[in-house]
């Protein structure tokens, strides 16, 4: 196979084979610079981008995710709608509005009748009709937190992954009436009860023989991120099931009864079928596991391969869980190809209409208690979202989608990693195209890594209520305000009182006793006084960083002898004793000054490259240093505001 | 200007003790280096710390110390990530004004088990706790993560190197002509270090107060959360000391 070509996952049933051929980076690159991006959502995820990379994404500021009675939540029918489905989720909506109206009424929302999702609407024409532009989510206006009820076909899959961009958004969609009820009754049992399921966290993945996208989706991806939970979650218990192990019948065992875990993280082929094969509604995005012997042997898979709905019995439900499936059409299929097109460029029909996998139906409708949500891919899967060219494995999404998870993140919020790569990607993708447009040469592996990479990012979905949270997760007892640099620094210019009935009264005569110990007051004074030295400094070291987020100046000198070098300023060069070699001045608008001197020969190829990767890093720090400062001075006026 | 360098950090290497580490276990407290201000005439000079990075000859050597100081940063970054949520396990088995029982799932000697024995006695905690050492921490943090920070890199003892790091992401380099792509790439690497160090540094500074204030909101403790700071900080101290957690283990 040709050194970075393109590998897909997802197997055809039929022939053994893969879906796609993998394919060269100059082929992927092609379809990618004949795609149309439509203005108006690239005007968006572009600004998205923008912001998430200045702030942290998600509702609107000062808006706790992990907060229903904040962040709202609504439910969205498709127009038309079954009122019998509505009656069946009687139990989970009257849950959520408890939790969601509790301050403001209108922040629990359904969105039926005139309010519904019309046929053909986009995205923007659905929001304005209730009220809401592009942008952070406004509680206010449109709940944050979103379940679509219906199927593709009533309310397609463009709009939701267009409105999860903006909004934390799930789908849920079943064939009978009683699954609906079921999944309602298992989300409030399992946010109301305790003991169900243990914290666990098991993490399968499939090595086939002679196939390298599970290879690497299993150590590139699977293996690295059990890793991390292990180190990062000392209180939960980490199981994986690699190679050998990721048998169907582990897998079974996993998906139902005393084995399940709270969370199941998944790496395997997605089945595919032809077009209208009598077992593509049923079977495909089954799960391929290790007892298929691999693509060398060409031949039709045999269903004891993988694991479909029909494996699942009634007996013994994933009662709780959260599965995640890194699989091509693990969450759905949708009508047209996103990928191949045929010879005159026009996209080929998948299916002769989309659909949900019926793999997380089964698990979410389950009438032993469901799964409360399944986290998948609509279309194919690719590597390249764990792993970029010549950077080799990018693992931080997925760890980042986790570890919100296991903060206790409803799973919308710890998904917003996903939808932030989508709208970088999208981004960078489209000025990369726009520069090819204009005469630049095409960088063939980049435009193919962008564009796979793009749409893989956005073809991830969330099955279920995105409002659901890992069962056994942290609770946190944090102040729901999430603070930011320019509410840090208001409030330390202004520090309010706060009320005496904000804090739970002490025991009788404890105030006293505690007042009357002299060595508990010079603790106290000299806390006090450190950390109060400790707000202004950091604060004022915030300020000025705020002050100046709108440019980036790094600049380079050189200087025979170190000890010599005046400075002018911490905020200006250096004076007598440096030369300056390099300047450059970035603004948060992306535009660039750039000043070298004019005879930069060969000599300075390293002091070049030092001031390159000091900018690089100075972009890549300044956001995370200003958010961490800011939290940290958060942390000291709450200590301090409570005396 | 003068910018003085009266607080001195240094890289730790292995054979470093923990009583003179960071509470990150990546510096060591060095000796003040009047020699390296950038010196200029004015009446007061800012204090900067500076942080400096001694590093052998040998390339692979000096890599190698680097890439050490990096792995400690990021173990120190996971334990802090699990004292959040240890703490938090701590306190959801807690009923405020309701006294502390043995629980026997809590391993003796552990942080958890101190947490425990400081909240069964409040009293103590404020007035024996570690308060001192707190607030000793809390004075050398105001230095660690001020306005800015120089980072010197040298190898052999002598400078080849210096940054001084803005806040806000703003960098100015001087260095010797003939600094070479390997001091370079040494350089780059050591600033990464130090701006990772003072990020880790602030969010200590978040997850004690965020501990102090869950611990006296949660037992509802007198005088409110400065004196919870001390028990939240030792907690968030050992559990940044452990040198190797029991693991769970893949079937």
Redesign the interface.
């Known amino acids: 196979m040709a050194r970075d070509a393109v590998v897909f996952n997802g197997i055809d049933a039929t022939t053994g084979a893969y879906l796609l051929p993998p394919m060269s980076p100059e082929a992927v690159s092609q379809i990618a610079r004949g795609q149309v991006l439509d203005p108006a959502d690239l005007k968006e995820l572009r600004w998205w981008h923008h912001r998430a990379t200045e702030a942290v994404f998600g509702p609107k500021e000062g808006v706790d995710p992990r907060n229903l009675a904040e962040t709202g939540w609504g439910v969205v029918f498709a127009h038309g709608a079954d009122p019998a489905v509505r009656e069946a989720l009687g139990e989970l909506l009257d849950h959520r509005r408890s939790e969601a109206a509790r301050v403001r009424q209108h922040r629990y929302r359904e969105f039926v009748g005139d309010n519904a999702y019309r046929p053909g609407e986009s995205k923007q024409q659905f929001l304005a009709r209730q009220g809401a532009g592009p942008g952070p989510a406004d509680p206010d206006n449109v709940p944050y937190y979103l379940l679509l009820v219906g199927g593709p076909e009533k309310i397609p899959y463009s709009f939701q992954y267009q409105l999860d961009v903006q909004y934390a958004v799930g789908r849920l969609h079943f064939d009978t009436v009683e699954e609906y009820a079921r999944y309602a009754r298992t989300v409030v049992a399992t946010e109301t009860r305790d003991g169900v399921p243990a914290r666990r966290a098991d993490f399968f993945a499939t090595r086939n023989p002679g196939d390298p996208a599970t290879a690497l989706s299993s150590s590139e991806l699977v293996v690295p991120l059990a890793e991390q939970v292990r180190g990062e979650r000392a209180d939960w218990t980490v199981q994986t099931h690699l190679g050998e192990e990721a048998t169907k019948e582990r897998l079974t065992r996993l998906l139902g009864g005393r084995d399940t875990p709270a969370l199941l993280f998944t790496a395997t082929h997605g089945m595919g079928f032809p077009n209208g094969h009598p077992r593509q509604a049923r079977h495909q995005g089954a799960l391929l596991c290790q007892d298929w012997p691999g693509p060398d042997r060409q031949q039709a898979v045999n269903e004891q391969h993988y694991l479909c709905a029909d494996d699942l019995g009634d007996t013994a439900g994933p009662l709780g869980l959260i599965s995640v499936h890194f699989a091509c059409f693990g969450a759905g299929t949708p009508r047209w190809d996103d990928f191949a097109h045929d010879g005159s460029g026009r996209r080929t029909e998948l299916a002769p209409h989309a659909f949900v996998a019926a793999l997380p139906k089964r698990l979410l409708g389950h009438p032993s208690g469901g799964a409360i949500a399944v986290i998948g891919h609509v279309e194919r899967a690719w590597g390249y979202s764990f792993l970029w060219p010549q950077a080799g494995r990018q693992t931080a999404v997925y760890g980042s989608c986790l570890a919100r998870l296991f903060d206790g993140h409803p799973i919308g919020s710890a998904f917003e990693y996903f939808n932030e790569r989508y709208a970088e990607l999208s981004s960078d993708l489209s000025t990369a195209l726009e520069d090819v447009e204009f005469g630049k040469q095409p960088d063939h592996l980049e435009l193919a890594a962008m564009w796979t990479a793009n749409n893989d990012a956005r073809g991830f979905a969330i099955l279920g209520d995105p409002a659901v949270r890992l069962v056994g997760a942290a609770h946190r007892t944090e102040p729901s305000h999430r603070p930011v640099a320019t509410d840090v620094l208001a409030a330390r210019a202004a520090p309010e009182p706060v009320a005496e009935a904000a804090t739970p009264g002490p025991p009788e005569g404890a105030e006293l006793d505690f007042a009357l110990l002299d060595g508990v007051r010079h603790t106290r004074e000299r806390l006090v006084s450190a950390l109060q030295d400790l707000a202004e400094n950091v604060g004022a070291a915030l300020e000025r960083a705020v002050d100046n987020l709108t440019v980036i100046e790094v600049a380079t000198y050189v200087s025979d002898d170190l000890s010599t070098v005046t400075h002018e300023s911490v905020g200006k060069g250096f004076g007598a004793g440096a030369e300056l070699r390099a300047l450059t001045r970035l603004s948060i608008d992306g535009d660039a000054q750039l000043v070298v001197p004019r005879d930069l020969g060969e000599a300075d190829e390293a002091l070049w490259r030092l001031h390159a990767g000091l900018l690089e890093q100075a972009r890549a720090a300044r956001a995370e240093l200003v958010k961490t400062g800011a939290s940290a001075v958060a942390g000291l006026l709450d200590a301090l505001k409570v005396l | 200007?003068e910018?003085t360098a009266e607080s001195a950090f240094e890289l730790s290497d292995e054979s470093s003790t923990t009583a003179e580490a960071d509470v990150l276990g990546v510096w060591r407290l060095g000796p003040p280096a009047p020699?390296?201000a950038?010196?200029?005439s004015r009446s007061t000079p800012?204090e900067?710390p500076l942080w400096r990075i001694d590093l052998p000859a040998e390339p692979l050597q000096a890599a190698r110390r680097l890439a050490a100081g990096q792995a400690r940063l990021l173990a120190a970054s996971?334990r802090l990530?699990?004292a959040?949520?240890?703490l938090?396990?701590v306190?959801?088995r807690s009923r405020?004004?309701v006294a502390f029982t043995t629980d026997t799932s809590i391993p003796g000697g552990s942080a958890e088990a101190e947490l425990v024995g400081w909240l069964q006695r409040p009293?103590e905690a404020?007035?024996?706790?570690p308060?001192?050492a707190?607030?000793a921490f809390?004075?050398r943090?105001?230095?660690y993560?001020?306005?800015?920070a120089l980072v010197e890199t040298q190898l052999q003892g002598e400078?080849?190197?210096?940054?001084?790091l803005?806040?806000?992401?703003?960098?100015?380099?001087?260095?010797?002509?003939?600094?070479?792509?390997r001091?370079?790439?040494l350089?780059?690497d050591g600033?990464?270090l130090v701006?990772?160090s003072?990020?880790a540094l602030?969010?200590v500074?978040?997850c004690?107060?965020?501990g102090?204030?869950?611990i006296?909101?949660?037992l509802?403790?007198?005088?409110?959360?400065?004196?919870a700071?001390?028990v939240a900080w030792r907690f968030v101290q050992r559990v940044l000391a452990e040198v190797d957690?029991?693991?769970?283990r893949?079937?």
């Open positions: 200007m910018i020699s390296v950038f010196t200029a800012p900067v996971h990530a699990d959040t949520a240890r938090d396990a306190l959801d405020p004004g009293r404020g007035a024996a706790g308060g001192s707190l607030a809390t004075n943090l105001a230095s993560c001020g306005p800015s400078p080849v190197a210096r940054s001084l803005g806040l806000g992401g703003n960098v100015r380099t001087v260095c010797r002509p003939g600094l070479g792509p001091g370079a790439g350089h780059r600033v990464s701006v990772g003072r990020a602030l969010r500074v978040a004690v107060t965020r102090a204030v869950a006296s909101v949660r509802a403790l007198p005088g409110g959360p400065v004196l700071l001390p957690r029991g693991r769970t893949s079937p």
